[in-house]
C-alpha cells in the first residue's frame, strides 16, 4: 500500500482550476442551448448547476456511502433545475 502511494508523488499534482475550466469551456455549449431552447434562463451559471450536482454526488458517495443510482441522479437534477419550492408561485419571497 505504502508503495503506490510513493510512487504517485513523481507525478504532477492535478490542477483542479485547470481541469474545471477546460470541462466548462467543452460544455459550454451544452448549457448554451438548453438557454436557447428555454431550458434554462438567460442568467443561469452553469458552474453553480455543475458544483450543486457535484456537491450532492460527492457527498452521498463519499460521506454518506450510498449508491448514485439513476433514482437518485433523476431527483437531484430535477431538484436542482425545478428548485423545492411549490411549482405554482404567485409572487415574490414576501407573498403570502
Known sequence: MVRPLLSARSFAPLCARCFFAERLARE???FERAVSRGELLPDTDP???VDLLA???WLRIVFRQLPLDE???TRAVDTVLTGAAPAVRTGGP???
Do not use: E, K, N, T
Open 71 to 73: 433514482h437518485f441522479v
Open 55 to 57: 456537491g450532492a454526488a
Open 94 to 96: 414576501s407573498a403570502s
Open 47 to 49: 458552474m453553480l448547476l
Open 28 to 30: 459550454q455549449p451544452i
